[in-house]
């Protein structure tokens, strides 16, 4: 499975990237906001970082304005991804940028006839929210479910990129289902690390030894 970053924060996306964990990061107008720079500055700075795929959203709605976005946003970088809304004029931009060879995500799925349609239009990843399905008591595994069986049924080639990830729980529940790649903010793929039973145990072993009065170095 692939881990994705949902970011532009560049510091936070270096540092996983140093530890081998980031095969691409995922960014949208909100997280560009909370960047507080400038678009193409800092989208240009993380596909220098990173080799996998750098998802930038489109702001327009209307598809020919679209497609101008994305041709523009696709000259930063070979690895740009350009990131789509799952609306009719997002499907028409898609076909058009997808059949030019360029990387689309299309974004802000959350039904699987939704997904059915942006692989039918050509793109590279569907991006389902877990987590905005929860806040409304939906079920956002069971979506991820539905589109993997979908896919799997018709070898559509699309990758489930399993977006608005919130939890370590959800990680693992888009991994036992077969989601190609999640995307998640950088503190929950830290928190994957973590366990209550590490920490106790590397407690004692910390005791244990300090009582030998031994050194390895
Ligand atoms: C995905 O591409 C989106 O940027 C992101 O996962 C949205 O997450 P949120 O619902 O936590 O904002």
């Not at 569907?126 to 070898?155: A, C, K, V, W």
């Not at 793929?189 to 910390?206: R, S």
Request: proline share 4%.
């Amino acid at each position: 499975m692939k881990f994705f970053v949902d970011t532009a924060d560049t510091q936070a996306i270096s540092d996983l990237n140093d530890l081998g964990m980031v095969d691409g990061v995922t960014t949208n107008p909100s997280l560009i906001l909370k960047s507080g720079r400038n678009i193409l500055e800092v989208t240009k700075e993380i596909c220098g970082i990173v080799d996998g795929p750098v998802s930038a959203e489109v702001v327009a709605l209307e598809a020919e304005a679209m497609i101008a976005e994305g041709r523009k946003l696709a000259e930063i970088a070979p690895n740009i991804t350009v990131k789509l809304p799952l609306t009719w004029d997002g499907l028409k931009a898609c076909k058009v940028l997808s059949g030019e060879g360029k990387m689309v995500n299309v974004t802000l799925c959350f039904s699987a006839n939704q997904a059915l349609l942006a692989a039918k239009a050509g793109a590279s990843f569907i991006s389902p929210f877990i987590g905005r399905l929860d806040d409304i008591h939906l079920d956002g595994m069971e979506l991820i479910q539905d589109i993997r069986t979908i896919y799997d049924n018709f070898d559509f080639q699309t990758e489930i990129l399993a977006a608005s990830i919130r939890s370590v729980n959800h990680v693992q529940d888009a991994a036992l289902i077969g989601a190609d790649v999640i995307t998640a903010p950088p503190e929950v793929i830290k928190k994957l690390a973590t366990h209550p039973l590490t920490d106790k145990g590397l407690e004692q072993f910390m005791s244990d030894w300090a009582k030998t009065g031994q050194n390895i170095l």
